[in-house]
């Protein structure tokens, strides 16, 4: 898509200017198939910063209050962002993540459903989960460091800041594949996922 690799080469410009930015670990995304991204939720900045970081597309999945924002919610649709509906079982959205990981897409789940306020890891929802059980997707957590920083909360304007985003490997999740209609095996999902990301963040 022309818009979003426009984007891309414009982010990876700006982000070594302003972010000092370092990704470790793009080798543990798969280079084919569909796939789940699970990054750690801190600021506005994080979809730009994790897409950028990612030589693959991907897809984000955004509350769909932003896609009612006139010029932003547009941009986020023209670069391949679908909307959810939060704090409730969202079908739809259910769905065109499902679709797009069986097309082969790289699909970004935030597995908090929101900003961290005091950018600490928050309980995962349940949506990861029963997207990861139903697509048997590779789940691949990232751990954004400094983001918060670069775009701290009510700011418009980039600052200088640090930025690491550190990329995992897959989490195995077979023992839980055929346990989609389990709550427990879906509360599991977003505890390894979250668990995964606590330990990128204590890396060097």
């Given at each position: 898509?022309?818009?979003?690799?426009?984007?891309?080469?414009?982010?990876?410009?700006?982000?070594?200017?302003?972010?000092?930015?370092?990704?470790?670990?793009?080798?543990?995304?798969?280079?084919?198939?569909?796939?789940?991204?699970?990054?750690?939720?801190?600021?506005?900045?994080?979809?730009?910063?994790?897409?950028?970081?990612?030589?693959?597309?991907?897809?984000?999945?955004?509350k769909e209050e932003l896609f009612r924002?006139?010029?932003?919610?547009?941009?986020?649709?023209?670069?391949?962002?679908?909307?959810?509906?939060?704090?409730?079982?969202?079908?739809?959205?259910?769905?065109?993540?499902?679709?797009?990981?069986?097309?082969?897409?790289?699909?970004?789940?935030?597995?908090?459903?929101?900003?961290?306020?005091?950018g600490n890891l928050q309980q995962p929802?349940?949506?990861?989960?029963?997207?990861?059980?139903?697509?048997?997707?590779?789940?691949?957590?990232?751990?954004?460091?400094?983001?918060?920083?670069?775009?701290?909360?009510?700011?418009?304007?980039?600052?200088?800041?640090?930025?690491?985003?550190?990329?995992?490997?897959?989490?195995?999740?077979?023992?839980?594949?055929?346990?989609?209609?389990?709550?427990?095996?879906?509360?599991?999902?977003?505890?390894?996922?979250?668990?995964?990301?606590?330990?990128?963040?204590?890396?060097?």
């Amino acid at each position: 898509m022309l818009l979003y690799r426009l984007a891309w080469v414009v982010l990876r410009i700006i982000l070594p200017i302003f972010g000092r930015w370092r990704v470790t670990g793009r080798e543990n995304i798969p280079t084919a198939g569909g796939v789940i991204i699970a990054p750690n939720h801190v600021s506005y900045s994080d979809p730009p910063v994790v897409g950028a970081a990612l030589r693959r597309q991907v897809r984000f999945m955004a509350k769909e209050e932003l896609f009612r924002i006139p010029i932003l919610g547009l941009l986020i649709r023209v670069v391949g962002a679908f909307p959810v509906k939060q704090k409730t079982a969202d079908r739809t959205a259910l769905k065109n993540a499902l679709r797009l990981l069986e097309r082969g897409h790289v699909v970004c789940i935030f597995p908090e459903g929101k900003r961290s306020p005091d950018g600490n890891l928050q309980q995962p929802e349940l949506g990861i989960g029963m997207i990861a059980l139903k697509s048997r997707a590779p789940v691949v957590p990232i751990a954004l460091i400094g983001t918060n920083k670069l775009l701290p909360a009510h700011s418009v304007l980039l600052k200088f800041s640090r930025v690491r985003v550190r990329i995992g490997k897959p989490i195995p999740m077979d023992d839980l594949y055929d346990r989609t209609g389990d709550r427990a095996a879906l509360e599991q999902v977003g505890q390894r996922v979250i668990a995964a990301i606590a330990e990128l963040q204590k890396s060097p």
